[in-house]
């Protein structure tokens, strides 16, 4: 503390501020928290350099350790490289060479811990391990036997072969039957169908509209101005006209 000299507000307003302004107290005790400095409480000047902080016991802790601080803010941006520029801090050579090369260092080992290697691999298995076996003469289409045994006989008799062979061949095909069995599930089951006309359109009548023409009631009366035998004359048409 007797190192420390505080200062009033008007004594270094054009002096150069250490950290930029920002509190180097909170700076290590809040793990890295920027907080600007309050200049009108004053400075702390130590080792010919201003200190700001954000409030008095800020500044009175930072007094009786400051030393301490100073270094504590050294390791800390060893730890975060880019506090060096933010706070200014290359000015200062000698510390700044030992921040480089701790920063590097750190660097570098988080480098080797966290390299992942990384290679391209392939390999190649025989498309058919198994011998084949496949029978090309195969045939399980029912039509495509029976296309096969008519172009066998066809090519029976071109090749000269007497009738009687050629007869009993025939036989002996014509002979052939397809058979077939049935099981619980399809025992008494065929398909059906059944052919239905449609009902035809009918339509019936069962009113209609009747109008008859009667006369029209006409009655004439005579002698209604001035007169004194009034007339009257029924001009109603007879039904029968």
């Known amino acids: 503390m007797s190192s420390c000299e505080w200062c009033s507000p008007a ?9 930029k302004g920002f509190c ?3 700076l290590v005790k809040k793990n890295g928290l920027l907080l600007p400095g309050n200049p009108n409480i004053g400075a702390l000047k130590h080792k010919e350099k201003y200190y700001t902080f954000s409030c008095k016991s800020a500044a009175f802790e930072f007094a009786s350790k400051a030393d301490e601080f100073v270094a504590a803010v050294v390791e800390m ?7 060096i520029q933010l706070l200014q801090l290359h000015q200062e050579q000698h510390t700044t060479h030992d921040i480089l090369l701790q920063s590097k260092a750190l660097l570098v080992d ?9 290679s391209d691999a392939s390999m190649q298995t025989e498309i058919h391990p198994l011998e084949t076996n496949i029978v090309k003469s195969y045939e399980w289409n029912e039509w495509e036997l029976r296309r096969k045994a008519i172009k066998l006989t066809h090519n029976i008799i071109n090749k000269g072969i007497s009738p009687e062979t050629v007869s ?3 036989a002996n095909l014509r002979n052939k039957v397809t058979r077939s069995m049935q099981t619980d599930l399809s025992h008494m089951r065929r398909h059906n169908s059944t052919q239905t006309f449609l009902p035809k359109e009918a339509g019936s009548q069962t009113k209609r509209d009747g109008e008859s023409n ?3 009631p006409q009655v004439y009366l005579s002698g209604l101005r001035g007169g004194t035998n009034m007339m009257k004359v029924d001009l109603t048409r007879a039904v029968d006209e």
């Open 11 to 19: 004594h270094f307003e054009d002096v150069p501020l250490q950290y």
């Open 214 to 216: 009667v006369p029209k």
């Open 168 to 170: 009993l061949f025939q």
């Open 110 to 118: 988080k480098l080797l811990v966290k390299t992942i290697s990384k």
């Open 77 to 83: 941006a060893k730890r975060w490289p880019e506090l």
């Open 24 to 26: 180097g107290f909170t």
